[in-house]
């Protein structure tokens, strides 16, 4: 049988696809919904894409919220909502490593207090830690040795050259 798939994946944030999931003020650059060089990137190399929910606007269910610093989302109930999100991410991206594919990397968004990799949105300043979400997903797969790759989207020069350098090992790897 001719199977013409990729086995390649790459995890992202919810709003890198649809941006009208940030909070709001927050979509201020030239791209209006998906964040596009991320994802041409990724359909230029038949990269299939995975949108991990976004744990800010399930919680309110609403996409309208104004943008609040760590100390607002740093609740039991707000841990709670990330924590069983990122079981459900973890379980995704197991079922994927067990049927043989990879998962080249996991996005996330910068100064976000669920998504950040490095840098997150505290009430004083920013800090050098993940977000509530990404930390426990880091939690659940980091035996799997997923890179994690943080988007500032003022400045994304050097999280899409992060991805396109691993694109390009694995590609010749091939
Ligand atoms: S919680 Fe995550 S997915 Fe949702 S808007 Fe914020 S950065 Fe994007």
């Keep these: 049988m001719i199977d013409n798939r990729s086995k390649y994946f790459v995890f992202v944030p919810f709003c890198l696809l649809a941006q009208a999931y ?3 003020g927050l979509v201020k650059y030239e791209w209006v919904s998906s964040i596009k060089p991320f994802v041409k990137l990724l359909i230029d190399n038949d ?5 991990m929910p976004c744990t800010e606007s399930t919680y309110n269910n609403s996409l309208i919220r104004k943008p609040m610093g760590l100390k607002k989302y740093d609740t039991l109930k707000f841990n709670t909502h990330c924590e069983n999100i990122a079981n459900l991410v973890a379980e995704e991206i197991k079922e994927i490593i067990n049927s043989n594919y990879k998962v080249i990397a996991i996005l996330g968004i910068e100064n976000s207090p669920s998504c950040c990799v ?5 009430n004083h300043g920013n800090e050098k830690r993940k977000g509530l979400f990404i930390q426990k997903l880091y939690d659940k797969i980091n035996c799997y040795n997923i890179p994690f790759i943080g988007i500032n989207r003022k400045h994304i020069n050097k999280s899409l050259k992060e991805l396109e350098e691993l694109i390009e090992a694995i590609k010749t790897k091939e």
């Excluded at 990269?47 to 949108?51: E, F, K, L, P």
């Design 22 to 24: 940030q909070a709001e």
């Design 47 to 51: 990269i299939n894409i995975i949108q």
């Design 118 to 122: 490095n840098y997150i949105y505290t």
